[in-house]
Each structure stands twice: as C-alpha cells, then as structure tokens.
C-alpha cells in the first residue's frame, strides 16, 4: 500500500511537467527561425537584430529551452569541463552546400555551461547595427 501512495504523486508530477507548454519569448518569431534550418533561405539575417533584441533573455535558460525556443543547434561542440556550444547560423554560406561542416558565415554562438544553463551568447563577428 505504501509503495503505492509514493507513485500516485511522482506519476502526477510527470503528468503536469510533460503537458507544460514550450518555452517561448514574446516578440520573437520561434518558428520562423527554426524553418531557416542553417541559414540559408534568409530568414535569420533578416531577424538578427529581432535576435539581439531577445540575447539577454537567453541567459540562465535550460538547454530544453534553448532548443524549444531556437531549435536544434545547426551545430555544436563540446569543451572542457562539460560545456557546450550550440551554433546557429545567421547567414548563407558554405554550410548550405557542405552541411556537416563548419562554416566561416556568421553565426550565433550559445555556451552552455556544466549545468546544461546559458553562460555566453555571442557572436562568430558581430552584427551590423
């Protein structure tokens, strides 16, 4: 009976963590960056400065996040110490041909720190204002 009572809050706990909805930024257009998979239809370099606007509200935000609000990264790499970056390009370039490797097109850059939390976002050159 016991081993019973202690399932009945742990499964409802489940249910209501798996039904929340995804996270989001008011004013910025998830959808629209997630369908320019690597950059290249244009769709990015149009909304960097949308991007820029919302940077700062990327911080302290979990990789589920990260990912439910910019999609899966176009890239990634992994450092010392558990850390991650994830990429997402910004602009064409030689990624739209040569999918798999790293291009020099800008991009954005979200470090990942051992806790799975946003530590840095920055860019591979900044953008024009």
């Known amino acids: 009976m016991l081993r019973k009572t202690l399932w009945v809050p742990f499964l409802l ?31 990015r370099e149009k909304m960097q400065q949308e991007f820029e606007q919302v940077r700062q509200e990327l911080y302290t935000k979990g990789e589920a996040e990260i990912i ?15 850390q991650r970056i994830f990429y ?28 799975n939390k946003v530590s840095e976002v920055t860019y591979l050159r900044p953008i024009p204002k």
Not at 15 to 43: H, M, N, Y
Not at 69 to 79: A, F, K, S, T, V
Not at 91 to 112: D, T, Y
């Open 13 to 43: 706990s489940l249910l209501l963590v798996a039904c929340s909805e995804p996270a989001q930024i008011e004013g910025f257009d998830s959808t629209g960056w997630k369908a320019d998979r690597l950059g290249c239809a244009g769709t």
């Open 68 to 82: 439910s609000i910019l999609g899966r990264p176009d890239g990634e790499q992994l450092m010392a110490r558990g």
């Open 88 to 115: 997402y390009y910004l602009e064409p370039g030689s990624q739209c041909k040569q999918k798999n490797n790293l291009s020099e097109a800008n991009r954005a850059e979200v470090r990942l720190n051992a806790l």
